[in-house]
């Protein structure tokens, strides 16, 4: 049975992710702030080496796959950088720290969660994504923090994408036999859209957002396709960015006719 490592497993996409992924037979290691196998912040470089060093430890130095769902929306309460710090430097470092384990499992996937907002919102601060694809994180969270969490949001997840592009092509992942993609969610029903910590005046503009499909996703629907990428059925799947957001992204990104 394989062991899948799921971040941000406590909630939303990730909990939906952790619990299908159970269902199906697998052993799942959570990382999350809370109630989760390795309990761990991955803001800060500390918490992000202890999640690592938990992880290996937990899965005996081999992993089937790796999802991080871990991250921090728009809306929230939190800083611009604090964004930059969970969602871009979080999931890289735990990516990047669980690849030798990944490298010595028979058929080793990895999924990082991008969003739909890379390509539906105006303005992503273009500095911000490239101090974060630099792994400049002191700049990279100042140039946040300025922007602030709704301009900062996508630059995060835009990284994000452009850094599976990048390292998937690279040796030390697919030519270490590990397959790494993306998901790009639109809007789905979590506590990151609907949740206490979210604005209800901002949560109800959410409603304006165009879904062709005519309602919001739900999150497992979100780890059906994450199932789907570290399974056999994505053999050709190599740094692909797989949007799932019902038709926004094709409704907003037409060909000018
Ligand atoms: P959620 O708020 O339900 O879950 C996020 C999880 O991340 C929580 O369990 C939280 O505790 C964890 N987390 C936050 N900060 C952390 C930290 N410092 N260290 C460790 N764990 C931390 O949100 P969700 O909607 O399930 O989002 C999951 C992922 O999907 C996120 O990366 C989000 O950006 C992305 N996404 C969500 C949507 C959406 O509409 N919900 C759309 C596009 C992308």
């Given at each position: 049975?394989?062991?899948?490592?799921?971040?941000?497993?406590?909630?939303?996409?990730?909990?939906a992710t952790?619990?299908r992924?159970?269902?199906?037979?697998?052993?799942?290691?959570?990382?999350?702030?809370?109630?989760?196998?390795?309990?761990?912040?991955?803001?800060?470089?500390?918490?992000?080496?202890?999640?690592?060093?938990?992880?290996?430890?937990?899965?005996?130095?081999?992993?089937?796959?790796?999802?991080?769902?871990?991250?921090?929306?728009?809306?929230?309460?939190?800083?611009?950088?604090?964004?930059?710090?969970?969602?871009?430097?979080?999931?890289?470092?735990?990516?990047?720290?669980?690849?030798?384990?990944?490298?010595?499992?028979?058929?080793?996937?990895?999924?990082?969660?991008?969003?739909?907002?890379?390509?539906?919102?105006?303005?992503?601060?273009?500095?911000?994504?490239?101090?974060?694809?630099?792994?400049?994180?002191?700049?990279?969270?100042?140039?946040?923090?300025?922007?602030?969490?709704?301009?900062?949001?996508?630059?995060?997840?835009?990284?994000?994408?452009?850094?599976?592009?990048?390292?998937?092509?690279?040796?030390?992942?697919?030519?270490?036999?590990?397959?790494?993609?993306?998901?790009?969610?639109?809007?789905?029903?979590?506590?990151?859209?609907?949740?206490?910590?979210?604005?209800?005046?901002?949560?109800?503009?959410?409603?304006?957002?165009?879904?062709?499909?005519?309602?919001?996703?739900a999150p497992d629907e979100v780890a059906a396709l994450v199932e789907f990428l570290?399974?056999?059925?994505?053999?050709?799947?190599?740094?692909?960015?797989?949007?799932a957001?019902?038709?926004?992204?094709?409704?907003?990104?037409?060909?000018?006719?």
């Amino acid at each position: 049975m394989p062991t899948i490592v799921v971040t941000g497993s406590g909630s939303g996409i990730g909990a939906a992710t952790a619990q299908r992924l159970t269902s199906a037979g697998a052993t799942v290691i959570g990382i999350d702030l809370a109630g989760a196998t390795v309990t761990a912040d991955l803001s800060t470089r500390d918490g992000r080496s202890g999640a690592v060093a938990q992880a290996l430890e937990a899965c005996s130095g081999v992993v089937d796959g790796v999802v991080c769902c871990a991250g921090l929306g728009p809306l929230s309460s939190h800083t611009g950088g604090k964004l930059a710090s969970v969602n871009y430097f979080g999931t890289v470092a735990v990516l990047n720290g669980l690849r030798p384990a990944l490298e010595r499992a028979s058929s080793p996937a990895a999924v990082a969660i991008s969003s739909s907002s890379t390509t539906t919102q105006p303005g992503v601060p273009a500095d911000l994504v490239d101090a974060l694809l630099d792994d400049r994180e002191d700049d990279a969270v100042a140039l946040a923090d300025a922007v602030g969490p709704v301009a900062a949001y996508p630059a995060t997840k835009l990284a994000l994408a452009w850094w599976t592009r990048r390292e998937a092509v690279r040796r030390k992942w697919i030519g270490a036999r590990i397959r790494l993609n993306a998901v790009a969610p639109g809007m789905i029903d979590t506590p990151m859209t609907s949740g206490p910590d979210v604005d209800p005046k901002m949560a109800a503009l959410l409603d304006l957002y165009p879904v062709p499909r005519g309602r919001r996703g739900a999150p497992d629907e979100v780890a059906a396709l994450v199932e789907f990428l570290l399974g056999p059925g994505s053999a050709l799947l190599c740094g692909s960015i797989v949007y799932a957001d019902g038709g926004t992204d094709a409704l907003l990104r037409q060909k000018d006719w």
